[in-house]
């Protein structure tokens, strides 16, 4: 059977990366959050002192580019890959509702957005990948075999978000959780390089009434088709 890529995007807290990390194991295929990857930037910027409520030093982020190293690690725990920057484990500092709150201005450079696609595509060269994100369809695989644009209301997302927070024992009200959720959409539908659009050639899955299980039952029977197309097709 051929390996194919697979591409899902979507606007932020739509359950993505849950139902792509169950469907990449379940295919046996690498999972990468390509959010992670934005997420650990802006927390190497907030580190350093780039990114504050007040200001961002983009230029000072932009010339520390080239020192900053992510990768992902397989970790037996927790059955999925977590990110490392210069060779840290961030995956939980990355989660926070602060590091969310500066990402989308951090995800608007176009610098950083080209060394994370460069990265992306390293990560995806021998296909087997299911890939989340916003611009994995259009941009990084525009050529991937299954392109999924999940979709649900601002409210069930928030109300996803602030209950994962919660349970993280963030201080956090749902009000603050649903007014990020609304900018993050928009900036992130709204900047100049690679905004977030639907692929034309995206399957559009709206999952707010849907559990867990009946999206990946859905995304398997799409992969299985894509997979056997793939290999009669070659
Ligand atoms: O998927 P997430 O919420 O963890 O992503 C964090 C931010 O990173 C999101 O607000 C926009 C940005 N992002 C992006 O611009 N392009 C991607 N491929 C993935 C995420």
Redesign the pocket.
């Known amino acids: 059977m051929n390996k194919i890529t697979i591409a899902i995007d979507g606007f932020?807290?739509t359950g993505?990366?849950t139902v792509a990390k169950q469907l990449a194991k379940h295919l046996g295929y690498v999972y990468v959050?390509?959010?992670?990857m934005?997420?650990a930037v802006t927390w190497f910027a907030m580190q350093k002192g780039y990114i504050n409520e007040d200001q961002f030093d983009k230029m000072a982020l932009i010339n520390q580019l080239d020192r900053l190293e992510i990768s992902f690690k397989f970790n037996p725990e927790v059955g999925f890959s977590e990110v490392y920057l210069n060779g840290v484990n961030v995956e939980k500092e990355i989660r926070t509702l602060e590091v969310?709150s500066f990402?989308?201005q951090v995800?608007k450079v176009s610098e950083v957005r080209r060394l994370l696609v460069k990265q992306q595509h390293e990560l995806g060269k021998n296909k087997g990948i299911v890939m989340?994100?916003?611009?994995?369809g259009t941009v990084?695989f525009p050529d991937a075999e299954l392109k999924i644009f999940m979709t649900a209301s601002a409210e069930t997302r928030a109300n996803r978000r602030y209950q994962e927070l919660i349970e993280k024992g963030e201080d956090v009200t749902l009000e603050d959780v649903l007014k990020n959720v609304e900018e993050?959409d928009y900036v992130?539908s709204h900047r100049k390089d690679?905004p977030l659009v639907k692929a034309k050639d995206a399957i559009e899955i709206d999952n707010s009434d849907l559990t867990i299980e009946g999206q990946l039952e859905t995304l398997i029977a799409l992969s299985v088709e894509k997979i056997e197309k793939s290999t009669t097709d070659n």
Request: glycine content about 8%.
């Open positions: 932020s807290s993505k990366s959050d390509s959010g992670a934005y997420r969310s990402v989308s995800a989340d994100g916003r611009d994995i990084v993050r992130d690679s």
